[in-house]
């Protein structure tokens, strides 16, 4: 996973928000509880764009907790649904804002054909591209491709596609012990984790991005364990084998955190220059070395144009550089201008207007 942990952190605060306000008898309370929980999802849908999918999971599984209610009260849901979308917009819309105010675009780099902007270029293709974005024409156009699509829970738990996208068996073989036992509360948990899998697949081939939904099928998975009619020989086998899963996939990690050796640096066995001057697991092609010689070799008001990479950490010097899929400031000024006249006088301009970010 990457920034998918702090999303099924704020997620999963969300969703327990949630099934406490519906547990809550005392109407302001319950207001509270609801705020709350929309507050909660405002900041999960501020860390990565995918994780707005949380949105509609609790609205439409709010909904189904109400309206299995008798009596239906139509103002008092519309009410209670406002409690959480209004306090989740409200948390969201900075971010949203600062992509107005910058690209002119709310949800940049998406949507660049209806909201254009042309002094700012991105690769969206290659976004896409790297995050195994899903072609849902080509996908549900065939008959092949819808049912490899179905049957896509089965193949990403039991064989995967590669190591990236491996859940394991422990899910689907306890799937049973969530649907054999209706609550309220697995009610709710079921239609939050069932509506994010399905839009999170409509998304990606990836699973890490479905990490949020993973984490609340855990939940409700240790819900329907944890009933009654179940005897304890059968919980404490299932304990013991989740727990020898969690120990190896706890030892596999420690084990990658291991050789990447950050902790010489910790325990002051190797200088930070020598760590971040050699490769090192998940730290191809170092370039530290260019950030020393800046630093030892300019003046501190030098004005630095980064090619051929998009870190800038440790340049600590006013810098102009691209992101992954932006297209470099060089290359738009370069065919902006005619001549090269034109574009030193662009160079000119672009340095002195360069973003200082120390």
């Keep these: ?62 909904f189904i907790h109400r309206i299995s209610e008798q009596p239906l009260d139509r103002k008092a849901l519309l009410i209670e649904l406002s409690l959480l979308a209004l306090p989740a917009a409200l948390v969201v819309s900075p971010w949203l804002i600062k992509n107005v105010v910058f690209y002119k675009n709310p949800l940049y780099p998406f949507l660049q054909t209806l909201f254009h902007n042309s002094s700012v270029i991105s690769n969206v293709k290659g976004l896409a591209s790297d995050a195994n974005a899903r072609d849902l024409g080509a996908q549900f156009s065939s008959a092949k491709g819808i049912w490899d699509f179905l049957v896509e829970p089965w193949i990403v738990t039991m064989t995967g596609r590669t190591d990236a996208d491996f859940i394991g068996p422990a899910y689907l073989a306890l799937l049973p012990l969530a649907l054999f036992s209706v609550s309220r509360i697995s009610r709710t948990l079921l239609w939050a984790f069932a509506i994010q899998w399905f839009l999170y697949s409509l998304s990606s081939h990836l699973v890490r991005f479905r990490t949020p939904a993973l984490a609340v099928l855990a939940v409700l998975l240790a819900v ?43 325990l002051g066995l190797t200088s930070i220059s020598a760590y971040l001057n050699h490769s090192h697991n998940t730290y191809p092609t170092p370039y530290y070395s260019a950030a020393e010689f800046i630093a030892k070799e300019t003046p501190a008001d030098a004005r630095v144009l980064i090619l051929g990479d998009t870190r800038s950490l440790y340049i600590e010097r006013p810098y102009v550089n691209a992101t992954l899929f932006d297209s470099h400031p060089l290359f738009q000024w370069a065919n902006e201008c005619g001549s090269g006249e034109q574009l030193a006088q662009r160079l000119q301009i672009g340095r002195a207007s360069c973003r200082e970010r120390v």
């Design 1 to 62: 996973t990457a920034v998918e942990l702090g999303t099924t952190f704020f997620g999963l605060l969300s969703l327990y928000a949630l099934l406490l306000a519906q547990a809550e008898s005392e109407p302001g309370v319950k207001r509270r509880w609801l705020v709350l929980a929309g507050l909660l999802c405002g900041f999960c849908m501020g860390t990565k764009y995918t994780s707005f999918i949380l949105f509609p999971a609790l609205l439409m599984a709010h």
């Design 224 to 266: 329907g364990w944890a009933k009654e009619r179940y005897p304890q020989w059968l919980k404490n086998g299932i304990l013991a084998a989740v727990f020898l899963f969690s120990l190896t996939n706890f030892t596999w990690a420690n084990l990658i955190q291991y050789s990447m050796q950050g902790w010489k640096v910790t």
